[in-house]
């Protein structure tokens, strides 16, 4: 194998999926824990995006960001500023962002109706 | 003994996010060129791959049968990720060697855990000095799994003799949780055996001995 075979190899088609308007929701629980979180500044955003892997396919990806450089719709939920990146946006309408207050496994939660498999930790869906 | 021709594909990924994305899906650690195995949310294997690092980019030698299969599982999770794949089959072939042998400069080398995989472009002459059942006979005698015979996407990777390619501490992968709980509670129901012959159940036949996957006593 050298850079003469493998510079024009045969492109396999990686199909986008479409973008889809996200609907989401935020129980009452975890906008009291996202106010402590966001403090006064309501500038920042909450990113809810999806990754690659996990025990089951896919791994949510919660962060407060000031900006993305990804391609994200914007939610605004009771003037929290919720950002979904459009490529994984079909992965994720119509979610409820919960907190789960225990001591083991507690924080953030998200029930997607989505999702045919989770795994223990909740991280992971499929 | 020689040097076999693998019915193989080769894909070749490019893109900043190439390692991690193979890394998220798969059982080793992969940082760089190394053997992994991809396995469905259940554990079941979809491919064992030499990943080759290049340096301006990543190659993905499997089984030829498992192609399309692990395109799909791998181009679903490409979620905006800096990745391209092109498939590159058509124009290498693969090879593998039981022993270390003198290759061209564009020709890859890959010593891996079942011998040196060998990555040549299909416009070169790679001399083939081992029959298919002389290579069986080298695989039964060290206990070495192959696609399509021990590897079959029915199976999970520790019951197939691909438990040194499932990393015990790397992380979430698709079908972790089930190798892990396996591990842990000592119960991955089946293993590759190398047994005398006669065997009923062999997987891979050889003259005196053969390869088998039983359930573990």
């Known amino acids: 194998m050298d850079c003469n075979t493998c510079d024009s190899p045969t492109a396999v088609v990686i199909n986008k999926p479409e973008v889809v308007e996200v609907d989401l929701t935020i129980t009452n629980k975890a906008k009291e824990m996202l106010s402590s979180a966001f403090g006064d500044d309501m500038s920042h955003a909450l990113l809810v995006g999806v990754l690659s892997g996990g025990c089951s396919g896919y791994m949510y990806d919660l962060q407060i960001v000031e900006s993305t450089d990804q391609d994200c719709q914007e939610v605004d939920i009771d003037g929290f500023k919720v950002l979904v990146p459009n490529a994984t946006s079909h992965l994720l309408d119509g979610i409820e962002i919960d907190y789960v207050d225990r001591l083991m496994g507690g924080g953030f939660k998200i029930n997607n109706p989505n999702a045919e498999s989770s795994c223990g930790c909740g991280e992971s869906f499929g | ?217």
């Not at chain 2, 040196?116 to 298919?132: L, R, Y």
Request: charged letters at 20%; glycine letters at 8%; proline letters at 3%.
């Open chain 2, 1 to 217: 003994m020689g040097v076999v021709q693998l019915d193989a594909y080769v894909l070749v990924l490019r893109g900043r996010d190439c390692l991690a994305l193979i890394d998220g899906l798969s059982t080793n650690k992969v940082e760089g060129t190394c053997t992994t195995v991809f396995t469905t949310s259940v554990a079941k294997v979809i491919d064992m791959v030499d990943v080759i690092d290049k340096g301006d980019f990543i190659a993905l030698v499997g089984h030829g049968p498992y192609k399309n299969t692990l395109i799909e599982h791998i181009t679903q999770r490409i979620l905006g990720q800096d990745v391209t794949i092109g498939d590159a089959s058509s124009s290498n072939l693969v090879y593998l060697s039981t022993e270390e042998i003198e290759v061209p400069e564009n020709v890859t080398v890959f010593n891996s855990f079942r011998g040196w995989v060998i990555v040549a472009p299909s416009t070169m002459n790679i001399e083939v000095t081992m029959t298919i059942a002389d290579y069986d006979e080298y695989r039964v005698e060290n206990m070495i799994p192959l696609q399509g015979k021990e590897i079959t996407q029915n199976i999970h990777p520790l019951a197939c003799g691909l438990g040194d390619l499932v990393h015990e501490s790397k992380g979430c992968y698709i079908g972790q949780e089930i190798l892990a709980r396996m591990r842990s509670r000592g119960r991955q129901g089946k293993q590759l055996v190398r047994v005398s012959n006669p065997v009923v159940d062999a997987t891979t036949i050889g003259k005196t001995h053969s390869l088998a996957i039983r359930r573990m006593k």
